[in-house]
């Protein structure tokens, strides 16, 4: 837990001054009485009041500003929240941060503290919080609107729904243990398959699309032999000279990184060095990365012979450089010059349509990897518990698929991965 959860936090929690307003944010015990103090009196819970605020040490004025209270519980983070709207200049600012953490038990909050205490009050799940993250950081209309399913508590509904089933289904398996003496102990069918529908269910749902390559761009990795024309086809794609280009064989030696929107789809281009048996100490090192890029690539664009072709799941074979005369026929190649800009506009169509089979289509989930694994991991416990007879071994497998529940949700076993997720939030969250 971060230091201090009983302090009252403040934050500035609207963007850097000078703006026309800034937000200024408290929550905790304090937040009240601190309102009290620089607004004169308390003012009514959620309605916006315009308020004179003062330093209560000298009666200085320090802005006219809006007052909103939200009383705990019933408050973003659960706490007492008091939100000043007040003139966005930076020492009219700082001024009203002054005031308020100069007061014991008050201090300036941790970057996503808010939301962390939000968390710990139950106001959200972790898969909310890490929704929120993605909302905060979305550059564009995608990643938005599939941050705010889940920000919104798309999974947690679904998540709450089979906690409740488990636990029944958990308190049909002791009632069988409870009989074991009496019947023959087994269990009914009913409940078998009952537990194999609810892992059909949520293995459904372990298969949705995964957040990264939504989040951090998919990444597209050109790879094929030296001198094939890699790095010029990626300056053709981003139009601009991003890669060096060279006659020379094994000009790229390390991997290059490019981030590019294409139809408003977030790619990573990545442009690796040529793929030979090489000598040399620098290329050699910069050809294994090449081949670990290839076998991390979403989607694999090939610029080497057909009869070498790596084995890929989403893979894109180029006959680069068409614009020289050649005799063999390019069969299933794509024909891309660089030069002229052949067949380019049909790269970026096919990497378009390859990337919407990788991205959650309009208001779907879509998970991260921690949240698929354990999604996985609850849909086999109560597939293996659908198969089993003997009632205390259902119960345990029952147990195993309640925990990695709990766990996607931040009930259980959690704390090394909030510090990971609130470090992405920023300050004022
Ligand atoms: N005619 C023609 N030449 C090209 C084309 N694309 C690249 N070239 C030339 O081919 C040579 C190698 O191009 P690069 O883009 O550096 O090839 P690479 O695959 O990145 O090479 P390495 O980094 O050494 O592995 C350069 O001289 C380019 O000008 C093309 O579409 N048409
Ligand atoms: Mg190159």
């Known amino acids: 837990m971060a230091l201090g959860a009983g302090d ?3 934050a500035l929690s609207s963007g850097r001054p000078p703006a026309a307003i800034a937000v200024v944010r408290t929550s905790g015990p304090r937040a009240s009485a601190l309102a009290q103090q620089v607004a004169g009196s308390l003012p009514p819970a959620r309605q916006a009041t315009l308020r004179r ?7 200085n004025i320090i802005d006219d500003a809006l007052v909103i209270r939200f009383a705990g519980p019933h408050s973003a983070t659960g706490e007492d929240v008091v939100e000043y709207q007040c003139h966005g200049g930076r020492a009219t600012v700082d001024a009203l941060i002054a005031v308020l953490v100069r007061e014991s038990g008050v201090r300036l909050a941790e970057p996503g503290e808010f939301t962390r205490r939000a968390l710990a009050n139950g ?3 972790l898969t909310e919080a890490e929704g929120l993250a993605d909302l905060l950081a979305a550059e564009t209309d995608l990643q938005r609107r599939s941050a705010m399913v889940r920000a919104g508590g798309g999974l947690r509904v679904r998540l709450d729904r089979w906690r409740e089933q488990l636990l029944s289904l958990s308190a049909r398996a002791e009632v069988a243990i409870d009989y074991a003496d009496e019947e023959d102990g087994s269990l009914d069918n009913d409940l078998s398959g009952a537990l194999g529908d609810l892992s059909t269910e949520i293995r459904m749902l372990a298969e949705s699309p995964r957040v990264e390559p939504l989040r951090d ?9 030296p001198n094939a024309g890699k790095s010029s086809l ?3 794609l981003v139009q601009a000279e991003r890669a060096i280009v060279t006659p020379i064989a094994g000009t790229t030696r390390d991997v290059i990184e490019v981030p590019v929107s294409i139809s408003g789809i977030p790619f990573v281009l990545v442009d690796t060095a ?6 040399d100490e620098v290329e050699a090192i910069g050809i294994a990365r090449a081949r670990q890029e290839t076998s991390s690539a979403d989607i694999l664009l090939w610029l080497g012979a057909a009869e070498a072709t790596p084995v890929h799941e989403r893979l894109i074979v180029l006959l680069p450089k068409s614009d020289i005369p050649r005799d063999e026929a390019s069969n299933h190649a794509l024909p891309v010059s660089s030069h ?5 506009p049909e790269l970026s169509t096919k990497l378009v349509g390859l990337a919407l089979k990788l991205l959650p289509r ?7 990897r921690r949240e698929r694994d354990l999604l996985a991991e609850a849909s086999d416990a109560l597939a293996r518990a659908a198969s089993l007879t003997d009632p205390v071994l259902v119960a345990e497998e029952l147990r195993v698929a309640r925990t990695a529940i709990d766990r996607i949700a931040g009930r259980a076993g959690v704390e090394d991965l909030l510090d990971t997720l609130f470090g992405r939030f920023c300050l004022g969250k």
């Open 53 to 59: 605020l003062i330093d209560p040490t000298d009666g």
């Open 234 to 236: 990626l300056n053709a």
């Open 123 to 125: 106001r959200l799940d």
């Open 362 to 368: 309009k208001d779907e989930i879509a998970l991260v």
């Open 274 to 279: 040529g793929l030979h048996e090489s000598d």
């Open 8 to 10: 009252t936090i403040v």
């Open 340 to 344: 002229t800009g052949q067949g380019i």
């Open 217 to 225: 761009g998919i990444r597209v990795v050109l790879a094929g032999p």
